[in-house]
């Protein structure tokens, strides 16, 4: 069967954006593949992150994938960290990836901005992590938002490289999996950017932890043009805040933009932004509640991190030994 991996950063609190793009899929794609997925730690730490916030948005995600409906029992969850063959592998992936491919990454121009040299190396040099998150277990399906396509295909890139510079036919090709109405979440002050839980205004994202006050005052608050929505999708083509509050719209209620469209065609933002805090709120506050729930427990969320560590090794390290093996490095 084939297996999926994907993963979130711990690096602030979960996001409309990460719940849509990210873990939404995660949970559909549960039962019928293996699934693998992580919360990716040692990605966080690319920025600075306070140990304590960084120790709390690590259970916090855990929670956030957990409340979604990630069973352990049917999921592999995990924390990066506690699997070191990751790190491992990275290195390796640093000696295989090339400083011309890194300098293409769109992500890095964007979270560096002018201050390229003021940047960790981490933070330049992440996407060869993130493709040995992925390859260390063989997947060849990785579903994520598509602000992370370039870096799926990346790891594409690395894979190919390794397999030829060694003779062998070892790392899959891994496919981005990126479909449906929220595959880019904007940001609600500013369409030209995506919502993302290291933006600087808390008034940019729904939390997912956002209660049902602050959701409808986001969205009251969010950007829009004066036009009320139009007869079809086709009519949002150049209004980017618009069409993303209708693609949320979508997205949150499993049809697609163009039906959401019919249903408000001609409906003015005072009739339209209400009715999607009332749905957000009615998805999110049950998932927002459990996380709440659990995050009194965190011993509990910190065993079954521990547990889904020990399932991953036990995937990861074998692949990683024969990787020692295939460069040349000398083992027991
Ligand atoms: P950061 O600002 O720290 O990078 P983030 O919100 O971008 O945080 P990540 O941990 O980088 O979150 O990404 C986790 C997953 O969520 C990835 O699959 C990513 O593509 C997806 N994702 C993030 N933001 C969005 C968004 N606005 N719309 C859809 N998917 C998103
Ligand atoms: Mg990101």
Not at 216 to 241: H, I, M, S, V
Not at 270 to 296: C, N, T, Y
Request: charged letters at 25%; hydrophobic letters at 40%; a negative charge.
């Amino acid at each position: 069967t084939p297996r999926v991996f994907s993963g979130i950063k711990p690096s602030g609190g979960l996001t409309l954006g990460n719940y849509l793009g990210a873990i939404k899929k995660f949970v559909a794609t549960q039962g019928s593949m293996e699934t693998i997925y992580c919360v990716v730690d040692l990605h966080a730490i690319t920025v600075w992150q306070d140990p304590d916030d960084l120790r709390n948005a690590t259970r916090e995600v855990a929670a956030g994938y957990l409340a979604s409906g990630l069973d352990p029992s049917q999921s592999i969850l995990f924390n990066q960290s506690q699997v070191s063959a990751h790190a491992e592998l990275g290195w390796i992936f640093n000696c295989v990836a090339r400083v011309g491919w890194m300098n293409r990454m769109t992500q890095f121009k964007e979270k560096a901005g002018k201050n390229a040299e003021k940047q960790s190396l981490g933070l330049y040099a992440y996407p060869s992590l993130m493709a040995a998150d992925i390859l260390l277990y063989h997947a060849t399906q990785v579903p994520v938002g598509e602000d992370q396509k370039q870096h799926v295909e990346l790891t594409r890139d690395i894979a190919a490289k390794f397999n030829h510079d060694y003779k062998v036919d070892f790392f899959p090709q891994p496919d981005p999996v990126i479909d449906g109405p929220a595959t880019r979440v904007m940001n609600l002050r500013d369409g030209t950017k995506k919502m993302s839980k290291s933006g600087q205004s808390d008034m940019e994202r729904i939390n997912m932890t956002d209660d049902a006050d602050t959701i409808a005052k986001k969205f009251k608050k969010a950007r829009t043009d004066p036009e009320p929505l139009p007869e079809t999708y086709d009519g949002l083509a150049e209004r980017p805040e618009a069409r993303n509050l209708v693609d949320i719209y979508a997205a949150l209620s499993d049809v697609t933009p163009a039906e959401v469209v019919t249903e408000y065609a001609g409906a003015g933002w005072g009739q339209f932004k209400p009715a999607l805090a009332d749905l957000a709120v009615s998805k999110l506050a049950p998932i927002s509640e459990e996380m709440a729930r659990m995050m009194d427990d965190p011993a509990e969320i910190d065993r079954v991190l521990a547990e889904g560590a020990d399932r991953a090794r036990a995937i990861a390290d074998p692949i990683l030994a024969k990787t020692y093996e295939i460069v040349g490095m000398v083992g027991r």
